[in-house]
């Protein structure tokens, strides 16, 4: 039955900047207003850990049961997208939308499960925390020093039908942590040491308060797209935050976004077995954000890849910050200098890995 | 090398003086609306009828003429100091406000004027009056309302307002609240009507002054960040908004950068700053180019700085770091450099230098 529905679901995104803002509430608030009106309504996943007040809105709404999922030995319990899917309600409501499904399970990713869901015509309600959006990471790591794992592609959130905040000053927020109502015990303590400080949550509040702005600004008619960007990917591991960075100027600038691999042979055949995973991983990467990519053969880096610019129309080209030591790869710190000099007719940024802190 | 977090004796005592001052002053909490109906007042309302049950002193000292059952149930849970009627205008009793002094004042409406004759001209300067007695206070403003914004909600709307409120006075603000309008996800739409109603002129506005009220509650909270930075200690932390620095230079295609860095800034809605490090052998010609290229700056809306440095690199990137810039823009020559015989050009030390910032070359 796959197929068999040609309208989507639409999808509602709960957006907040920390833990204890309310997404999950205001999300069974919105689930419970909508089951009064009679829409059919079930939760396909409700985080057991959630606070008391939000406990008690799950109180007469359906649930679809979990799916237990063994995982080397253990016994754990995924969202069964599969058993929504069948239980073919209009709306299902889907909490932690970033959350990473244990191996073994149809589809890696919650967000998967979810767009496999929309498939299907059911609509969504989901919750998540701005510091989850791909593009962002960088930027997260800088402000809190956290490194977040599990992310979400920025594509996936634009194709949310709508982006609302769910806004609690930190001043509110702190108050709640305080009272025990995000955490108990020990837990309140340790958060405010690490992601509660006020002046963390002031900035994490400043970027959902933009994230949402540019949600509904690109919700409105599109303005002409100018320019394309293109990104210079290698096998080392500053492209991750080349990409991220390219793809997010790119979807502000609302332009195409490339990316680039020159090889100086055939079958990348030069390369250790090491750089080889590496530079796929980065091309995986790039491509799991949209950024359609491309590998040609050359052995002058810089001038195969200013021609390549120039065929594709790019105005921009972003390349990584060489390296400090000019030990690691000496012809990089030419590749700028080259690179500047052959595209006087485009844009040339280069981007310093955001790892300033800790 | 100095530390760049260590203060100064006098940044030290600027600081303190500031925390003081602080605590003098009431605080300034404001919910901010984008159109009308979406529940302001009744937030405001439900956040004095909350502070009173934790044993605050709350009164009312201003509130507009509408009501609902929801509403008169909280009104009749906070004293009220009853306006005066001034010329059949509603004015707040600020006097008889200030010799209550009351924990916290809620004023409804931040965007009225007061009838000549009064002792402020506009209600948000009482407001003013009320903060520096010490009192705290709670209000409401609809985005319409604010100066710096009017001309622009007024295009979306297509309706003239005649009051407002300076956008600094709500910077200084401690919180603020965007109440957003519960919005509406109605899922008996089809694919088709779903798309008519995309074009829905009214929902297109609506989405635009949303968006404006959001940029706006983030730009108060970008100043309020401000207020930690120092005071933590903190490393400033880049990229909560983009901030583009163009670098002139005598040589720099000074009008490509600046044009190209107000439409990036704009389509980030970034802050924008130009800055020139001073060359104390500049020709004539080259100061003509400087004034023309800083006039081009301030022309379009940056904030420009000039300042002098031994080392054009290390000025720039301090300034970069105390900014939060997340952009530099700057000019390069290198059509005449010759491969292999790269020298470290101030581009290629800046490149080096600006850790965690981008930086956008352009040719001469």
Redesign the interface.
Same mark, same amino acid.
């Given at each position: 039955m796959s197929n068999s529905s040609p309208i989507k679901g639409r999808l509602k995104v709960f957006l907040g900047y920390a833990a204890g803002v309310g997404k999950t509430y205001q999300m069974l608030e919105e689930a419970r207003e909508l089951k009064r009106g009679n829409t059919d309504v079930v939760v396909g996943y409700f985080e057991p850990h959630a606070r008391p007040d939000t406990i008690a809105l799950m109180e007469g709404l359906e649930s679809v049961p979990l799916r237990a999922v063994e995982y080397r030995g253990a016994r754990f319990e995924e969202m069964d997208a599969d058993g929504i899917v069948a239980r073919n309600p209009q709306v299902a409501v889907v909490d932690e939308f970033p959350h990473t499904n244990v191996p073994g399970s149809p589809r890696a990713k919650r967000w998967e499960d979810v767009i496999y869901i929309l498939d299907h015509g059911i609509h969504v309600l989901t919750t998540m925390n701005v510091q989850h959006l791909e593009s962002l990471n960088d930027q997260v790591f800088n402000m809190t020093g956290v490194r977040v794992r599990e992310t979400v592609p920025d594509w996936v959130v634009q194709q949310a039908a709508e982006v609302v905040m769910v806004d609690l000053t930190p001043r509110a927020l702190l108050n709640r942590l305080d009272r025990g109502v995000v955490y108990q015990g020990d837990k309140i303590t340790k958060a405010k040491q690490n992601f509660f400080k006020e002046s963390t949550l002031v900035a994490l509040r400043e970027v959902a308060l933009r994230e949402t702005a540019f949600e509904v600004e690109s919700r409105q008619p599109a303005t002409n797209a100018a320019g394309r960007v293109l990104v210079y990917i290698t096998d080392d591991p500053s492209s991750i935050a080349l990409i991220r960075r390219g793809k997010r100027v790119a979807d502000y600038m609302k332009s195409e976004c490339l990316a680039l691999v020159v090889s100086p042979a055939a079958n990348v055949s030069h390369l250790a077995p090491e750089q080889l995973k590496h530079l796929q991983k980065n091309l995986n990467f790039a491509r799991q954000l949209h950024l359609q990519t491309h590998e040609i053969i050359g052995s002058d880096v810089a001038e195969h890849l200013v021609a390549f610019a120039r065929q594709h129309g790019v105005t921009q080209i972003y390349l990584s910050r060489p390296k400090p030591s000019p030990l690691s790869m000496p012809f990089t710190k030419d590749l700028v200098e080259k690179v500047a000099r052959l595209a006087r007719d485009m844009e040339v940024t280069i981007v310093a890995e955001r790892v300033t802190k800790k | 090398m100095p530390q760049p977090n260590r203060l100064t004796p006098d940044e030290l005592l600027r600081q303190v003086q500031a925390e003081e001052e602080y605590a003098r002053t009431g605080r300034l909490?404001v919910f901010l609306g984008y159109a009308s109906g979406v529940g302001k007042t009744f937030r405001m309302l439900d956040e004095g009828r909350r502070r009173r049950e934790r044993g605050q002193d709350v009164v009312l000292g201003a509130v507009q003429p509408h009501s609902s059952p929801d509403l008169d149930d909280l009104l009749n849970k906070i004293p009220v100091i009853p306006l005066l009627e001034i010329e059949h205008t509603p004015v707040m009793d600020v006097e008889t406000i200030l010799r209550r002094t009351p924990l916290v004042c809620l004023v409804d409406g931040l965007a009225y004027d007061n009838p000549p004759g009064s002792r402020n001209l506009h209600r948000w300067q009482d407001v003013e009056q009320l903060l520096a007695a010490g009192i705290s206070v709670i209000t409401t403003i609809n985005l319409q309302f604010v100066e710096e914004l009017r001309e622009q909600v007024e295009s979306i709307r297509d309706k003239r307002v005649h009051v407002s409120v300076p956008v600094a006075f709500l910077h200084r603000a401690? =919180?603020?609240?965007?109440v957003?309008t519960p919005?509406d996800?109605s899922?008996?739409r089809?694919?088709d009507s779903?798309a008519a109603a995309e074009q829905d002129e009214a929902a297109?506005k609506l989405?635009?002054l949303?968006?404006l009220a959001? @940029?706006l509650?983030?730009d108060v909270?970008?100043e309020? @960040?401000e207020g930690?930075?120092p005071a933590?200690g903190?490393?400033p932390? &880049?990229?909560?908004?983009e901030k583009i620095l163009v670098c002139l230079t005598p040589r720099a295609n000074a009008q490509r950068m600046i044009e190209?860095a107000r439409?990036?800034c704009d389509?980030?809605?970034g802050e924008l700053f130009v800055i020139y490090v001073g060359q104390s052998d500049l020709t004539a010609d080259g100061q003509a180019a400087l004034e023309r290229n800083l006039s081009l700056a301030r022309q379009a809306g940056a904030e420009v700085k000039l300042m002098t440095g031994q080392d054009a690199v290390a000025t720039i990137i301090e300034f970069a770091r105390q900014q939060r810039i997340t952009?530099i823009f700057i000019g390069?020559s @290198?059509?005449k450099?010759i &491969?292999?015989r790269?020298t470290r050009t101030t581009v290629?030390r800046l490149?080096?230098a600006? =850790?965690?910032?981008?930086?956008? @070359?352009?040719?001469h």
């Amino acid at each position: 039955m796959s197929n068999s529905s040609p309208i989507k679901g639409r999808l509602k995104v709960f957006l907040g900047y920390a833990a204890g803002v309310g997404k999950t509430y205001q999300m069974l608030e919105e689930a419970r207003e909508l089951k009064r009106g009679n829409t059919d309504v079930v939760v396909g996943y409700f985080e057991p850990h959630a606070r008391p007040d939000t406990i008690a809105l799950m109180e007469g709404l359906e649930s679809v049961p979990l799916r237990a999922v063994e995982y080397r030995g253990a016994r754990f319990e995924e969202m069964d997208a599969d058993g929504i899917v069948a239980r073919n309600p209009q709306v299902a409501v889907v909490d932690e939308f970033p959350h990473t499904n244990v191996p073994g399970s149809p589809r890696a990713k919650r967000w998967e499960d979810v767009i496999y869901i929309l498939d299907h015509g059911i609509h969504v309600l989901t919750t998540m925390n701005v510091q989850h959006l791909e593009s962002l990471n960088d930027q997260v790591f800088n402000m809190t020093g956290v490194r977040v794992r599990e992310t979400v592609p920025d594509w996936v959130v634009q194709q949310a039908a709508e982006v609302v905040m769910v806004d609690l000053t930190p001043r509110a927020l702190l108050n709640r942590l305080d009272r025990g109502v995000v955490y108990q015990g020990d837990k309140i303590t340790k958060a405010k040491q690490n992601f509660f400080k006020e002046s963390t949550l002031v900035a994490l509040r400043e970027v959902a308060l933009r994230e949402t702005a540019f949600e509904v600004e690109s919700r409105q008619p599109a303005t002409n797209a100018a320019g394309r960007v293109l990104v210079y990917i290698t096998d080392d591991p500053s492209s991750i935050a080349l990409i991220r960075r390219g793809k997010r100027v790119a979807d502000y600038m609302k332009s195409e976004c490339l990316a680039l691999v020159v090889s100086p042979a055939a079958n990348v055949s030069h390369l250790a077995p090491e750089q080889l995973k590496h530079l796929q991983k980065n091309l995986n990467f790039a491509r799991q954000l949209h950024l359609q990519t491309h590998e040609i053969i050359g052995s002058d880096v810089a001038e195969h890849l200013v021609a390549f610019a120039r065929q594709h129309g790019v105005t921009q080209i972003y390349l990584s910050r060489p390296k400090p030591s000019p030990l690691s790869m000496p012809f990089t710190k030419d590749l700028v200098e080259k690179v500047a000099r052959l595209a006087r007719d485009m844009e040339v940024t280069i981007v310093a890995e955001r790892v300033t802190k800790k | 090398m100095p530390q760049p977090n260590r203060l100064t004796p006098d940044e030290l005592l600027r600081q303190v003086q500031a925390e003081e001052e602080y605590a003098r002053t009431g605080r300034l909490k404001v919910f901010l609306g984008y159109a009308s109906g979406v529940g302001k007042t009744f937030r405001m309302l439900d956040e004095g009828r909350r502070r009173r049950e934790r044993g605050q002193d709350v009164v009312l000292g201003a509130v507009q003429p509408h009501s609902s059952p929801d509403l008169d149930d909280l009104l009749n849970k906070i004293p009220v100091i009853p306006l005066l009627e001034i010329e059949h205008t509603p004015v707040m009793d600020v006097e008889t406000i200030l010799r209550r002094t009351p924990l916290v004042c809620l004023v409804d409406g931040l965007a009225y004027d007061n009838p000549p004759g009064s002792r402020n001209l506009h209600r948000w300067q009482d407001v003013e009056q009320l903060l520096a007695a010490g009192i705290s206070v709670i209000t409401t403003i609809n985005l319409q309302f604010v100066e710096e914004l009017r001309e622009q909600v007024e295009s979306i709307r297509d309706k003239r307002v005649h009051v407002s409120v300076p956008v600094a006075f709500l910077h200084r603000a401690d =919180e603020i609240v965007v109440v957003d309008t519960p919005t509406d996800f109605s899922v008996a739409r089809t694919a088709d009507s779903y798309a008519a109603a995309e074009q829905d002129e009214a929902a297109r506005k609506l989405s635009q002054l949303r968006e404006l009220a959001l @940029l706006l509650a983030a730009d108060v909270v970008d100043e309020q @960040l401000e207020g930690f930075l120092p005071a933590e200690g903190a490393t400033p932390a &880049w990229g909560t908004q983009e901030k583009i620095l163009v670098c002139l230079t005598p040589r720099a295609n000074a009008q490509r950068m600046i044009e190209r860095a107000r439409v990036i800034c704009d389509r980030f809605h970034g802050e924008l700053f130009v800055i020139y490090v001073g060359q104390s052998d500049l020709t004539a010609d080259g100061q003509a180019a400087l004034e023309r290229n800083l006039s081009l700056a301030r022309q379009a809306g940056a904030e420009v700085k000039l300042m002098t440095g031994q080392d054009a690199v290390a000025t720039i990137i301090e300034f970069a770091r105390q900014q939060r810039i997340t952009q530099i823009f700057i000019g390069h020559s @290198l059509n005449k450099s010759i &491969w292999g015989r790269f020298t470290r050009t101030t581009v290629d030390r800046l490149i080096r230098a600006a =850790e965690g910032i981008d930086v956008k @070359l352009f040719p001469h």
